[in-house]
């Protein structure tokens, strides 16, 4: 096991006993009449992943002192609005292979993936009800619905290659980041905590879910499809203009870019090698790796904000492993 993956995983046993009860609770609330739903629900749950955003916020829950049953419920909550999301996302963008099997729709229809991932939202806001607190409505029906005009944003702009940095962070702020936002506003809530504790808890969660899929970008055209569990190449297919074909088409010759700027306008991986290989040769892939360490840093100089003890340790090692990840 490497260092990153060491730090990594002491981080996720800090919080294994809470996970193994955010767990039981998923397991309960995916109980429905309806066989179908809990099988594609339970299919999608149970790939795996670091769940990093009910992780989240047990980190600033425990950072914060807060000790109770709310804790496990709201986990339950994120990793069920983002399982929804992932389920309408892998439709939408027509997806074969998430974590290394086939997605949800691949193996039971788009009908079903779309219907279950409804489900899931409908679960999740019955179960936020639980908490008794209109400001965890609020966050979470704010983030939800932030998450919604993100993807909406994002399908506009398909195949765009005039996409600039500041489009492409504000889509990424809506659509991922904002969940993680949501999670660790959460803890601070939870906790009866000020209002600065509040908001560096919030840009702490802003900053490491922009620095993931930033990395996760990169990913795209600097990782090994056997490590991501996903098709190399993916972002380009569906015309996606990320960080990394950005700022390849701003840094490179003008052959260059005009390369990378047709295969996002036409959504064609047939030069993915070619695109690859710009990609790295013109620094972009660098670039793109220091602007994930930039918003790493930033989350790192929020969670110093927290009092000082073994969750908010776990927060700072979260953000800086984070550049190191493969999958």
Do not use: W
């Not at 409505?137 to 500041?166: F, K, R, Y």
């Not at 990378?260 to 064609?268: D, L």
């Amino acid at each position: 096991m490497s260092a990153s993956e060491n730090s990594t995983a002491a981080v996720l046993a800090l919080v294994a006993p809470d996970m193994a009860e955010v767990d039981r609770v998923i397991a309960q609330r995916l109980d429905s009449g309806v066989p179908l739903v809990g099988e594609v629900a339970k299919y999608i749950i149970s790939a795996g992943g670091k769940r990093l955003r009910p992780v989240l916020l047990l980190l600033t829950c425990g950072a914060l002192g807060y000790t109770g049953a709310q804790r496990h419920n709201l986990a339950a909550v994120v990793e069920f609005i983002h399982t929804a999301t992932l389920l309408h996302d892998d439709v939408v963008d027509e997806s074969t292979l998430r974590r290394g099997r086939p997605t949800a729709n691949e193996s039971f229809g788009n009908p079903a993936s779309v219907l279950v991932g409804d489900f899931l939202y409908s679960r999740a806001f019955q179960m936020m009800v639980d908490a008794d607190s209109m400001r965890v409505m609020q966050t979470l029906a704010d983030a939800t619905n932030v998450i919604a005009e993100g993807e909406v944003l994002q399908l506009m702009n398909m195949h765009d290659a005039s996409l600039d940095e500041e489009g492409y962070l504000r889509v990424i702020r809506s659509k991922t980041a904002k969940l993680f936002e949501a999670s660790a506003r959460l803890g601070a809530i939870l906790a009866g905590s000020p209002a600065a504790i509040e908001t560096a808890c919030a840009d702490f969660g802003q900053a490491l879910g922009t620095a993931f899929q930033v990395i996760d970008d990169v990913l795209d055209y600097d990782g090994n499809a056997a490590e991501m569990g996903k098709n190399l190449g993916d972002d380009l297919r569906e015309g996606k203009a990320t960080l990394p074909l950005i700022l390849a088409m701003q840094k490179g010759t003008s052959e260059q870019s005009q390369t990378v700027r047709e295969a996002i306008e036409t959504g064609s991986v047939d030069r993915l090698s070619e695109i690859v290989a710009i990609v790295r040769e013109t620094g972009a892939l660098e670039a793109t790796r220091n602007a994930a360490a930039t918003e790493a840093q930033r989350a790192i100089d929020a969670a110093l904000q927290l009092p000082d003890n073994a969750h908010r340790q776990a927060m700072v090692v979260l953000a800086s492993q984070l550049l190191n990840r493969r999958t």
